[in-house]
DNA sequence: TCTATAACTAGTAATAATTCCTATTACTAG
DNA sequence: CTAGTAATAGGAATTATTACTAGTTATAGA
């Protein structure tokens, strides 16, 4: 792959949020410093930052949010303020388990827990 | 919430089919019935029906799909055939143990097992 | 049965999220 | 350095969903 200032600019803004941003948020903080990026530009960086594993895509509802986190978790998500947490609780068993009982490959499982946090309850 | 021919029509559709249909697909089928429905009435009937519970919205990636199957469950997605398994994976225990280890109150849980299904092993 | 009314509809326009297209740019080899 | 070419960029287009409006329909009560 080749060097892209924007796709660096793009990476680092990621890397240096905890929030779980959405490809919209990271236009906006993209364009404080390359004025003229492209929406498109950040949807298609972030779609290479996730093939070379860099970068992880959740879904929040029916829309993207990209995490700087690569290693396997899950979340919390809050539906009173919206938060959204990581937390590791899926772990290996569950993986052979749904090997054995389903014959089904594991690859990646995607778990949000929604509910009230401790703030909110 | 009155009677209405269009969401009998939509409810029924739903119930009827093992697979996970999108909005666009009952749209379709729905018109082989009422021709002249318009995909603006599918999606409202569809959230009514949801709040009603008669239905749940699950998020495949960006896009919505809609299940009859109101039951707490989890879903098998194999990324060869894009089929979408019900599965129950989460059980209560599960539930409680969030609660106890991050004093969150759980609602739902949302999870989909990616992966690769037997007939594409 | 008839009427009032509030929920509902089709159709269209708007919005939001994402992907596609074509000109431009960075890099490589000569 | 220059030409060739493949990756990249910006903006337009597409797709999914929601909002709006004017007309229609189910249903409760006279």
């Not at 986190?69 to 809050?78: A, I, P, Q």
């Not at 772990?91 to 703030?119: L, P, Q």
């Given at each position: 792959?080749r060097y ?5 600019a ?7 949020t905890?929030?779980?941003?959405t490809?919209d948020?990271?236009?906006n ?25 860099e970068m992880?895509t959740?879904?929040?509802g029916?829309?993207?949010?990209y ?8 979340h919390?998500?809050c539906?009173?303020?919206?938060d959204?947490?990581?937390?590791h609780l ?6 052979s388990?749904v090997?054995?009982k389903f014959k ?5 499982v995607?778990m949000?827990?929604?509910g009230t946090?401790?703030k909110?309850?």
């Amino acid at each position: 792959m080749r060097y892209s200032h924007q796709r660096e600019a793009i990476k680092k803004i990621v890397q240096n949020t905890n929030c779980h941003p959405t490809a919209d948020w990271i236009f906006n903080q993209t364009k404080i410093i390359i004025p003229n990026i492209s929406l498109g530009t950040v949807y298609r960086n972030l779609k290479l930052l996730e093939e070379e594993g860099e970068m992880n895509t959740i879904y929040d509802g029916n829309i993207a949010r990209y995490d700087w986190n690569t290693e396997s978790h899950d979340h919390l998500k809050c539906k009173e303020c919206g938060d959204l947490v990581d937390v590791h609780l899926v772990h290996e068993e569950f993986t052979s388990k749904v090997k054995r009982k389903f014959k089904f490959d594991v690859d990646n499982v995607e778990m949000t827990v929604i509910g009230t946090c401790s703030k909110h309850a």
